[in-house]
């Protein structure tokens, strides 16, 4: 009789289709064979389970649809399989959406995190070994700079838009439990993601998107607002990081040093691409739109904690980022 295979560690990664998840999922697969993933995704407009394919067949892997508000779905994850770590990323993303309907913001962000933690709570209470909720968050918890300093893992919460201020209250949530029920967790907040697999509707891949299509691309108010990018695989490298080395009860900022106007940026895609179709002075198609309500200024990390704590640091320059994104999305049929 074949025995059953036994692995050194069940994880549940949450938003495992969406466009980070999607990332880590297959770091995690295919890294640690010792490891078994499991992925809760409710597969929203923003997941793409074919990014996915060619780990669906691996046997320390597997897909559940599903919601994270779904709490009979969630006990019978941990009843299946012996869970005893978390990795959540499940959420809304889209600033502008949470602008739109900040409810489903509220539901799946707050919402969906307590039901979690709640499960999770329950499962671990009388259970020995290591467990570890770690909490995929954002830097824009913390709202928006001025011109100079940085965003340290000490700065303030003071969320500006329905979907940072559903983030910040699902890392609250986080914080009480850990005090309340000496709950296991970490928390990363991270600066700006880009890198292939990232919806449409996100800067870098709807430039991209425009340019191809010969279409206005669209800049908030100036362009002048800043935002602080990362490779989203230098992301990945940093959760593994803290995920493996990190202090439970800590917070890790998570960022590149690098910051860019979105004007320039934009400016900067439209000719990396026009060097690479052969097309010219595509950045005539930047059109200025009324700015996003409420839009943060500037985003700016200070990543020293977890470079000195944990030796982490980003590999990807955003001149190497941003060929490796734009050539992927260049290698996708026209949307
Ligand atoms: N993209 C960034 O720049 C960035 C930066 C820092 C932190 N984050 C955080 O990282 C996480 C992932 O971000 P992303 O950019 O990959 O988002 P994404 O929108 O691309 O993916 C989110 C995924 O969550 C799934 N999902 C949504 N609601 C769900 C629910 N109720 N139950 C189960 N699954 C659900 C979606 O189907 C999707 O696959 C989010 O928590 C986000 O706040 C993102």
Known sequence: MLKKKIFDKYILITGGAGFIGSHLVKH?????????????DKLTYASDLN??????????YSFIEGDICDLKLLNNIFIKFPIKYIIHLAAESHVDNSIKNPLNFIHTNILGTVNLLEVAREKWANCSGQHLFYNISTDEVYGSLG????????SSYLPNSPYSASKASADHFIRAY??????????????NNYGPHQHLEKLIPLT????????NI?????????????????????VDTVFHLGKTSETYN????????NLVLVNKICDLVDEKLGTKNSSNLISFVSDRPGHDKRYAIDSSKIIQELNW?????MIKGLNLTIDWYLSQPPS
Do not use: M
């Not at 996915?52 to 320390?60: F, G, Y």
């Not at 991209?208 to 279409?215: F, P, S, V, Y």
């Not at 908030?220 to 992301?235: A, E, F, Q, T």
């Not at 640091?313 to 320059?317: A, E, L, N």
């Open 147 to 154: 011109k100079d300093g940085f965003f340290t893992e000490n």
């Open 28 to 40: 995690f697969v295919n890294k640690y064979k010792n490891y078994f993933i499991v992925n809760l």
């Open 178 to 191: 850990g005090k309340t029920y000496d709950f296991p967790y970490i928390i990363s907040n991270c600066s």
């Open 313 to 317: 640091k980003p590999k990807h320059s």
């Open 254 to 261: 998570i960022g590149s040093n690098n910051e860019w106007t």
């Open 51 to 60: 990014y996915l394919s060619d780990i669906d067949e691996n046997e320390n």
């Open 208 to 215: 991209i998107n425009c340019i191809r299509a010969k279409k």
């Open 218 to 238: 669209p800049i908030y108010g100036k362009g002048d607002s800043v935002r602080d990018w990362i490779y989203v695989l230098d992301h990945i490298d940093a």
